[in-house]
């Protein structure tokens, strides 16, 4: 786990103010509900950062687990997450839609998932069913880094 005190890993600002994480997502990791389908992928973000396992299968509906599991989940990896930015989002009372670019490194390569992901709402709690991939979208030299880090991508994770 990280210092509640420390920011967000999901990145997650108000009034361009970074949220800490008691703030943000541990209360989700420590049961309470998301109360829409960001908030849970962002949640999830956060969780794959800090290894919470276990909330990933938690908040993923069981009909989509496709053999998904902790224990697969644990096995080791070289993954260094840097950053997430929401692109698009959208609701109905019962489903919902998110677009993302979650950013890591893999052996000092730096990727993306771009996903499109699908959440359903049951029995008064979001999951995350599926996700469409799509190419990730680089920034261009001069736009913020992904890693959040408030520098330029070219001075900081694009070297």
């Not at 991939?133 to 070219?154: G, I």
Request: some cysteine.
């Amino acid at each position: 786990m990280i210092d509640p005190s420390l920011p967000c890993p999901c990145g997650k600002s108000t009034n361009e103010r970074r949220l800490n994480y008691a703030q943000c997502c541990q209360p989700y990791h420590l049961g309470e509900v998301a109360p829409d389908p960001e908030s849970l992928m962002r949640s999830r973000y956060s969780a794959f950062v800090l290894k919470c396992h276990q909330y990933l299968i938690d908040t993923h509906h069981p009909e989509f687990l496709n053999g998904l599991s902790v224990q697969l989940l644990d096995q080791e990896n070289h993954t260094k997450w840097l950053g997430l930015s929401v692109d698009k989002t959208s609701s109905t009372q019962n489903a919902g839609v998110v677009e993302f670019h979650a950013w890591f490194q893999d052996m000092d390569e730096l990727d993306a998932i771009h996903e499109i992901s699908d959440f359903v709402k049951q029995d008064g709690r979001w999951y995350y069913t599926q996700g469409k991939q799509l190419t990730p979208k680089y920034p261009k030299r001069n736009d913020p880094c992904v890693c959040q880090s408030s520098k330029k991508f070219k001075q900081c994770c694009l070297k």
